[in-house]
């Protein structure tokens, strides 16, 4: 996840409000209108001695980049960079950021040798592009790749607790939370977008399932279910495998009645399986193998549903090369 600043230089007060609905990280701003900034709302304002700006217009210019880098500052390229120079201080740069004047050189301001700029520094002249960058390039975080799993087994698994996921964002159908038994196999499981007559959409919600179950978070983590609290931030993940960041407003947590999912994906070493426990009600949903949210109690063995497969092995969360077994 990149860090997204706007550069508010020269001062522009409904830029400066722009960037904060849009939901930059900080703000760069002249020490003199440093306080007028911090007055507008709260977020981390910097100057350029906190993050020196470099124009790179001949190779000595990158020794002087390297220079501030040695001395402990965050180090910014003013616009105009290019590739080369760009690759360069990559790989002598811990964190680098980039100015940008638009969401097309953001785009390429973040991808550059694959790891791209830490920070993207967003000039006036792209204030028009912010929430699209913000979105792109700070709230996603890339696609990633479902398999088709075949249920092979759904029986009932009495009580447990189990727990609601609220965010506060509003999600889409075809949206939902990967979870699951191992970290190794999770299930797309639905927000409830859908309504019945009985009960009312809650696009904010995902009932994701058992306290134990595995959830992906941003940065390739996990956590478990019961962990999650409000302030905690979660991957939102849709049918196409699109990812994005979304803030637990409230976990909810209650005693209800369960199903223990089981399902397998057909892999060139053979298959692999995977289960996940989610509650018995109509209201919760899987997604099918064509993308189509699929209540639970409706579920077949036999349907297919959307999942991720991975290799096993997390500790507290972030990813460790280990043999590992989890069932």
Same mark, same amino acid.
């Given at each position: 996840?990149?860090?997204?600043?706007?550069?508010?230089?020269?001062?522009?007060?409904?830029?400066?409000?722009?960037?904060?609905?849009?939901?930059?990280?900080?703000?760069?701003?002249?020490?003199?209108?440093?306080?007028? +900034?911090?007055?507008?709302?709260?977020?981390?304002?910097?100057?350029?001695?906190?993050?020196?700006?470099?124009?790179? /217009?001949?190779?000595?210019?990158?020794?002087?980049?390297?220079?501030?880098?040695?001395?402990?500052? !965050?180090?910014?390229?003013?616009?105009?960079?290019?590739?080369?120079?760009?690759? !360069?201080?990559?790989?002598?740069?811990?964190?680098?950021?980039?100015?940008?004047?638009?969401?097309?050189?953001?785009?390429?301001?973040?991808?550059?040798?694959?790891?791209?700029?830490?920070?993207?520094?967003?000039?006036?002249?792209?204030?028009?592009?912010?929430?699209? +960058?913000?979105?792109?390039?700070?709230?996603?975080?890339?696609?990633?790749?479902?398999?088709?799993?075949?249920?092979?087994?759904?029986?009932?698994?009495?009580?447990?607790?189990?727990?609601?996921?609220?965010?506060?964002?509003?999600?889409?159908?075809?949206?939902?939370?990967? /979870?699951?038994?191992?970290?190794?196999?999770?299930?797309?499981?639905?927000?409830?977008?859908?309504? !019945?007559?009985? +009960?009312?959409?809650?696009?904010?919600?995902? !009932?994701?399932?058992?306290?134990?179950?595995?959830?992906?978070?941003?940065?390739?983590? /996990?956590?478990?279910?019961?962990?999650?609290?409000?302030?905690?931030?979660?991957?939102?993940?849709?049918?196409?495998?699109?990812?994005?960041?979304?803030?637990?407003?409230?976990?909810?947590?209650?005693?209800?009645?369960?199903?223990?999912?089981?399902?397998?994906?057909?892999?060139?070493?053979?298959?692999?399986?995977?289960? +996940?426990?989610?509650?018995?009600?109509?209201?919760?949903?899987?997604?099918?193998?064509?993308?189509?949210?699929?209540?639970?109690?409706?579920?077949?063995?036999?349907?297919?549903?959307?999942?991720?497969?991975?290799?096993?092995?997390?500790?507290?969360?972030?990813?460790?090369?280990?043999?590992?077994?989890?069932?």
């Amino acid at each position: 996840m990149k860090k997204i600043i706007f550069k508010a230089i020269p001062f522009d007060k409904k830029l400066i409000s722009l960037a904060l609905e849009s939901g930059v990280d900080a703000i760069l701003t002249t020490p003199e209108d440093r306080e007028t +900034v911090e007055s507008l709302g709260r977020t981390t304002v910097l100057t350029p001695e906190d993050m020196p700006c470099v124009a790179i /217009t001949e190779k000595a210019d990158e020794a002087v980049a390297v220079d501030l880098d040695k001395k402990g500052k !965050n180090v910014c390229l003013a616009a105009g960079w290019e590739i080369i120079p760009v690759e !360069n201080l990559l790989a002598q740069i811990d964190a680098l950021a980039l100015e940008a004047e638009s969401l097309d050189r953001a785009r390429l301001a973040a991808s550059v040798m694959e790891r791209g700029a830490d920070a993207i520094v967003v000039t006036s002249e792209g204030a028009a592009d912010l929430k699209q +960058v913000v979105a792109e390039l700070k709230l996603s975080q890339g696609k990633m790749e479902l398999q088709k799993a075949t249920v092979t087994k759904i029986e009932s698994a009495g009580l447990a607790h189990r727990v609601c996921v609220d965010t506060t964002s509003k999600l889409k159908k075809g949206q939902g939370i990967l /979870t699951g038994n191992s970290s190794a196999f999770t299930f797309l499981v639905h927000a409830e977008t859908e309504s !019945n007559p009985y +009960v009312a959409a809650r696009p904010f919600r995902v !009932n994701a399932g058992a306290v134990h179950a595995y959830a992906l978070t941003p940065g390739d983590k /996990t956590c478990y279910l019961e962990e999650l609290r409000a302030g905690t931030e979660v991957l939102v993940v849709d049918k196409s495998g699109e990812t994005s960041v979304a803030v637990v407003g409230r976990s909810k947590l209650e005693v209800r009645p369960m199903l223990l999912i089981t399902a397998e994906v057909q892999t060139p070493e053979g298959p692999v399986s995977g289960k +996940v426990f989610l509650q018995n009600a109509e209201t919760i949903r899987v997604v099918s193998g064509d993308g189509e949210p699929v209540s639970v109690v409706t579920l077949k063995e036999g349907d297919e549903v959307l999942c991720r497969i991975d290799e096993a092995g997390r500790h507290f969360g972030m990813r460790i090369k280990e043999e590992i077994s989890e069932d």
